[in-house]
């Protein structure tokens, strides 16, 4: 239908449309607004006397042949391009890894999905062999891309901080040789942080993400330490600490909500009272039965709270512009190609993790699943009809995403969320999708909010 090839909403005092196929973003007013709807199949005469008794018959007039213009110029009502035969990573082209440097951690957090650090095995650290290994593979099979992306993640990855050291230097080392640049990033929660690890992180992390829930009592509630005492005030000072120390340079202080906080608007402003700039609050990724799992009936708080926060939001940046909440960051001018846009986050194919043994697994959230098992550092992919299916897990394969508008923003979404969900990675997690909807209406009425 001709009426899915556009969206429209009114959020934050701003009437929005949005043209699904160009990715065009219009700030319309009322009037244009209720006209869209009887535009789609009505030519001019018809339409008049439908909005007459609202407004004026010229402004309607006016406002007709605004929208006509737009939709012959590809603004509105678009087609979409035509990538029915979509081709995706033909060279199978590695361009990022998550290293897990430790499957082991000094926290035990209620919702960790990584079952406290060492994802449903052995606790275990990666060697410094295995490491460079994980480099050179990535080296070797990134093709002409220059620039690669490193995340040391866990568990807890300072647990074993002098083979990120190492492999650092290690990086470095071969990059001339193989034309290459790479791009560090350490995941951590904190606990072990010193004033020597925040000068070595500052000094060569291109990107460091700290975690943190937000508020004392939501973090204590779940982030527990080995003692099972809370990590708040263990954690908030050396995080601080590192963020006034790191500059201009990239940062994330990362949270968590559950059905226990659902008020995770309070939570970012908690991060935004401590000085932290750049921010994102992520939902728990957790089975439906367990208590602080995301359930259905949570989704209309949930979806009201974005858009609370999102007004909230529009306040604190006119007042400090510095501040950044992830979700509500949106590129309307320098976004990926449609490709990109169709096929995602690349997990599987373009990104990999690798386990301290050295398997290789579409992404460190599946780490663990043995059917899920890529290969591994010396055999290289084996599982090639298992990474084909990633490959193909893209939006026009996704029956759920074919019509959506937000396909092109949320690019079918998480494929670990809807393997938990319906054990079917081509199965939109559908709680995940109205989230995701929600908080792209609420980043494009910021965005409208502060050009208005």
């Known amino acids: 239908m001709k009426q899915d090839l556009i969206h429209k909403f009114y959020l934050n005092e701003k009437h929005m449309v949005l043209d699904v196929n160009s990715g065009s973003v219009h700030m319309v007013d009322e009037l244009v607004y209720d006209l869209l709807d009887p535009y ?3 030519d001019l005469e018809s339409i008049v006397p439908i909005l007459v008794n609202k407004y004026d018959e010229d402004k309607i007039r006016e406002a007709y042949e605004e929208i006509v213009y737009l939709e012959d110029n590809g603004m509105l009502f678009s087609d979409a391009d035509d990538i029915s035969n979509l081709k995706y990573n033909e060279d199978n082209i590695v361009k990022a890894m998550c290293l897990h440097v430790a499957h082991d951690c000094n926290l035990k957090c209620e919702y960790c999905f990584a079952s406290q650090g060492n994802f449903k095995g052995e606790r275990s650290m990666m060697s410094l062999e295995t490491g460079k290994k994980a480099l ?26 002098q083979t990120v050291k190492d492999l650092v230097e290690y990086g470095r080392s071969i990059e001339q040789e193989y034309n290459k640049h790479f791009r560090f990033t350490i995941t951590t929660n904190g606990v072990l942080l010193d004033d020597d690890k925040i000068r070595y992180i500052n000094e060569n992390m291109d990107n460091v993400v700290l975690s943190l829930d937000g508020r004392k009592s939501v973090n204590d509630a779940m982030r527990l330490t080995v003692n099972g005492e809370g ?25 968590t909500f559950t059905s226990k906080n659902l008020d995770f608007g309070k939570d970012a402003i908690s991060f935004h009272d401590e ?47 510095d501040f950044m909440f992830f979700h509500f960051m949106i590129d309307l001018n320098q976004g990926p190609c ?45 599982n090639v009809e298992l990474r084909d299916r990633f490959k193909m897990a893209n939006v026009y394969n996704k029956e759920e995403c074919r019509n959506c508008w937000a396909r092109f923003y949320c690019s079918g979404g998480c494929h670990a969320n809807a393997h938990y969900a319906h054990n079917d990675i081509m199965k939109p997690y559908e709680i995940g999708c109205e989230m995701e909807k929600k908080r792209i209406e609420c980043a494009l009425s910021v965005l409208a909010n502060a050009e208005a």
């Open 40 to 42: 789609v199949g009505n």
């Open 275 to 321: 000085g932290f700039k750049k921010i994102s609050i992520e939902p728990v990724v957790a089975p439906e039965d367990m208590d602080y799992a995301i359930r259905e009936e949570h989704l209309g708080r949930i979806l009201k709270e974005y858009e609370d926060f999102s007004r909230e939001y529009i306040s604190l940046t006119r007042k400090d512009e």
């Open 136 to 161: 050179l593979y990535l080296a070797q099979n990134s093709g002409n891309r220059r620039n690669l992306e490193v995340d040391f993640f866990g568990g807890e990855p300072l647990m074993n901080f």
């Open 338 to 382: 449609v490709v990109k846009r169709a096929v995602g986050c690349g997990a599987g194919s373009e990104y990999l993790a690798v386990t301290p043994e050295g398997e290789l697994y579409p992404c460190h959230q599946f780490v663990g699943e043995k059917e899920f098992l890529l290969g591994t550092l010396e055999t290289g992919i084996q």
């Open 231 to 255: 990590s708040y005030d263990v954690i908030l000072p050396s995080i601080k600490k590192m963020v006034q120390a790191r500059g201009d340079k990239d940062y994330y202080v990362r949270g």
